[in-house]
C-alpha cells in the first residue's frame, strides 16, 4: 500500500471584496471637542440672524392658534390638510417650540443653527468610520458654507436643519449594521430615516446614496447584503415621495400652465440647475432667496449644452472609476441627493424660480467631500494653511450672507437689488407697507408706496392676481333668507335662499373691466331646500340645491377661470344604526342625476358620487 499523501491546508477565500480600512469605533475626546467648536464656529458665523424676524412663510410654520393644543399637535400626525406641508416631525418640533418661548423667533434660529452644527458634526464622524480623509475640514466647510445660509437663517427651514440631523443619523446608523448585521443599528436606521421623511421628503434619496457608498468601497453592489436590507426604505421613501408630490399639486397649487413643461424641457431644466447649484457651491457669489426664472424652450438649441455638459461629466467620470471611484460617487450622490429639486417633480416654488439654496443643502456634502478629501490627500504638508484659506472666506461670506435674513424687509430689498424682475418681492414688499400703513391710521404715504409696489409687481407679472387683491377694495352687496324647522318627531326639514349683487371693485389705476377679470363673481341666486330623518334605527336627508352661473379665476390654472355655467344638484344620504347607535353604516349620494356639474370653487366637473360610510362611536 502507498503512503496517503498529506493533505493541502485548505485556502479560506474573501466572500467579499475588501472594504475600507477600519474605523475608529469610540467617540474619542477630540471628536467632542470638535463638536463644541462646530458650534461656536457656527453661532458666531450666523450671529446676524440670530435675532431675525419672521420672513416669507414662517407664520404658516410657526405653529398656528387651533394647533397649539394637544389635539392640534394630533391634527398634525393625522390630518393631512392641518399643515402647509405634511411634514409632522418638523411641525411638531415646531409645535413643541411654541410651548416653550412662543413667537420670541431666538429660540427658533438658535435651535435651527445648533441642528446644523450638529449636521456638520455627524458628516466628521461618518467620514471617519468610512476612512475618508478631511473629516474636520468637510464639516467645517458645511457648517460654514453660505449657500447654506438660507436654510439656517430662514425659520422656516427647521425642516432642512431637523432632516438633516435625521438623515445622517440614519446613515450612520445604517453604516453600522452594514459592519455589524446587528438588527439594532437597523431598526435606530430606519426609526431615524423616518423622522428623516416626515421632516422634509428629500431625505427619501438616503437608500440610493448608501448604495453609492457601498460601490464606492467595494467597487460592486450586492444584491442580497446591500440592496435587499434597503428595499423597505426604498418603499417607504417613494411612497412618501408620491405623497408629498400630491399635497404639492392638490393642496399648495403646484399646478397650472407655469408647470406645464414637456419631459425634454424638464431635462434641460434638470441639467441647467445641476451646473448652477454647482457653480454656486464652488464659488458662492451672488446668491440670493429668488433667483431669476429661466425661459426654458425646447426650441432653443444653446439649452441643450447643460444636460449634454452632465452627460459627458458622467462618461467621463465612469471611464475614469478605474483610477478612483470618488470623483463618480461624490458626483452621483450630489445629483441624485438634488434629483427631487431638479424639475422632473412640480414644487411650488418653481412659480418663482426653478433653483433656491435650500434645495442643495443635503447634495452640497457630496462635492464637499470630494474637495476636503482632495486638499487632504493632495496638500498634506499644507493642510492647515488650505483649510484655513477656504474656511475663513466663506465664513465671512457666510456672515456677510446671514445679514440679509435680518428682516423681510431687509431681505426683500437685497433680493431685488440683485434679481429686479423678482416681482415676488414687490407684492411681498407691498404687504409690508400695507400692514405698516394700517399700523399708523392708513398712512397715505405708506399706502401709496405699497401701491408702487404693487403695480410694478404687475408691470413683471400680469397674470398674477395678488397684487389685485391687495392694491384695491371689492365691495360686495346680498342677502340671505332661511328656515330650518322640525315638522314631525322624525322629520325635519330646511330651505335657504342667497342673493349676491354684482361686486364693485375700486382699484387705482385700473378700469372696472380691468378689475373684474381679476375678481371671483360669485353666484347671484342659490337656493337649497331638503328633508332629513332620524329614528332609533334608521336616518337619512334628501337636499337638492341650485346655483346660477358664476364667474372665478385662478391664479395658477387658466384653465380652469371663465364662467361656472348653472347646475342643480340633487343629493341623498341613508343609514342605519346598530348597538344603540355605536355602530353605522351609511350610503351617500351626490350628484344623483348624474349631471355635468362644474364647480365655482376650484373648476372640476362633478359627477355622480356613490360613498358607503360605515362609523364607530367610541364613547
Known amino acids: ?21 477600519a474605523v475608529r469605533r469610540s467617540a474619542s475626546p477630540q ?132 432632516s438633516g440631523v435625521c438623515y445622517l443619523g440614519a446613515a450612520l446608523m445604517y453604516l453600522r449594521f452594514d459592519e455589524s448585521r446587528e438588527r439594532r443599528w437597523y431598526a435606530l436606521s430606519a426609526g431615524l430615516f423616518v423622522l428623516a421623511l416626515f421632516s422634509k421628503t428629500v431625505t427619501a434619496t438616503l437608500p440610493a446614496a448608501l448604495l453609492v457608498i457601498f460601490w464606492w468601497q467595494r467597487g460592486q453592489i450586492r444584491w442580497r447584503e446591500d440592496v435587499v436590507p434597503l428595499l423597505p426604505m426604498f418603499v417607504i421613501g417613494v411612497f412618501s415621495g408620491l405623497l408629498t408630490a400630491w399635497v404639492e399639486r392638490a393642496q399648495i397649487g403646484a399646478d397650472g400652465p407655469a408647470f406645464a413643461f414637456t419631459f425634454i424641457e424638464r431635462c434641460l431644466i434638470a441639467g441647467r440647475a445641476f451646473w448652477f447649484y454647482l457653480g454656486k457651491l464652488v464659488w458662492p457669489t451672488d446668491l440670493m432667496f429668488i433667483y431669476p426664472r429661466w425661459q426654458v424652450s425646447q426650441q432653443v438649441a444653446w439649452q441643450y449644452a447643460y444636460p449634454l455638459a452632465l452627460v459627458a461629466l458622467l462618461a467621463g ?19 441624485g441627493t438634488l434629483f427631487p429639486a431638479l424639475g422632473f417633480v412640480n414644487v411650488y416654488p418653481f412659480i418663482y424660480s426653478f433653483v433656491a439654496d435650500h434645495f442643495q443643502y ?87 408706496e405699497a401701491a408702487t409696489d404693487f403695480r410694478e409687481a404687475l408691470r413683471l407679472e400680469p397674470s398674477i392676481s395678488q397684487p389685485y387683491n391687495n392694491l384695491g377694495t371689492v365691495v360686495s352687496k346680498g342677502f340671505e333668507l332661511g328656515v330650518d324647522r322640525e315638522l314631525t318627531d322624525i322629520f325635519s326639514g330646511f330651505m335657504n335662499y342667497t342673493f349676491q349683487a354684482d361686486p364693485i371693485p375700486s382699484f387705482p389705476g385700473f378700469t372696472e373691466e380691468q378689475a373684474l377679470k381679476e375678481i371671483n363673481i360669485p353666484s347671484k341666486h342659490q337656493f337649497n331646500a331638503g328633508v332629513s330623518w332620524i329614528t332609533n334605527r334608521v336616518y337619512g336627508t334628501f337636499s337638492v340645491t341650485h346655483a346660477s352661473e358664476a364667474f372665478w379665476q385662478d391664479v395658477l390654472d387658466a384653465r380652469y377661470s371663465g364662467t361656472t355655467p348653472p347646475y342643480t344638484s340633487v343629493n341623498m344620504t341613508a343609514g342605519v344604526k346598530f348597538q344603540d347607535g355605536r355602530y353605522s353604516l351609511a350610503l351617500k349620494i351626490t350628484n344623483l342625476g348624474n349631471q355635468q356639474i362644474q364647480q365655482h370653487i376650484f373648476g372640476d366637473i362633478l359627477k355622480r358620487s356613490v360613498v358607503g360610510e360605515f362609523k364607530v362611536r367610541l364613547k
Open 317 to 335: 467620470l465612469w471611464w475614469y472609476r478605474r483610477r478612483s471611484r470618488a470623483p463618480l460617487a461624490a458626483v452621483l450622490f450630489f445629483a
Open 31 to 162: 471628536l467632542w471637542l470638535l463638536f463644541a467648536g462646530l458650534v461656536l464656529l457656527t453661532l458666531a458665523v450666523y450671529y446676524p440672524a440670530w435675532h431675525g424676524g419672521l420672513l416669507w412663510d414662517d407664520d404658516a410654520h410657526i405653529t398656528r392658534v387651533d394647533l397649539r393644543s394637544l389635539s392640534g399637535l394630533w391634527r398634525i400626525w393625522f390630518d393631512v390638510g392641518a399643515t402647509q406641508q405634511y411634514y409632522p416631525a418638523a411641525h411638531s418640533a415646531f409645535w413643541v417650540f411654541y410651548q416653550i418661548w412662543g413667537d420670541n423667533t431666538l429660540g427658533y434660529h438658535l435651535v435651527n443653527i445648533v441642528l446644523h452644527a450638529s449636521s456638520a458634526f455627524l458628516v466628521a464622524v461618518i467620514l471617519r468610520r468610512l476612512a475618508i480623509p478631511g473629516a474636520a475640514l468637510a464639516a467645517m466647510i458645511f457648517a460654514v458654507h453660505p449657500v447654506g445660509v438660507e436654510s439656517v437663517a430662514w425659520i422656516t427651514e427647521l425642516k432642512n436643519t431637523l
Open 362 to 448: 443635503l447634495a452640497s456634502l457630496g462635492i464637499i467631500v470630494l474637495i476636503s478629501a482632495g486638499v487632504a490627500t493632495l496638500a498634506r504638508q499644507w493642510q492647515t494653511a488650505v483649510s484655513v484659506a477656504i474656511v475663513v472666506p466663506l465664513a465671512l461670506l457666510a456672515t456677510n450672507q446671514s445679514r440679509q435674513y435680518a428682516d423681510a424687509e431687509t431681505l426683500y430689498r437685497t433680493t431685488l437689488a440683485r434679481n429686479p424682475s423678482c416681482w415676488m418681492a414687490y407684492v411681498n414688499l407691498g404687504k409690508l407697507r400695507q400692514e405698516q400703513a394700517r399700523a399708523q391710521a392708513d398712512d397715505p404715504r405708506l399706502l401709496e
Open 1 to 21: 500500500m502507498s503512503a496517503k499523501k498529506p493533505k493541502r491546508p485548505r485556502t479560506v477565500q474573501p466572500t467579499q471584496p475588501r472594504t475600507a480600512p
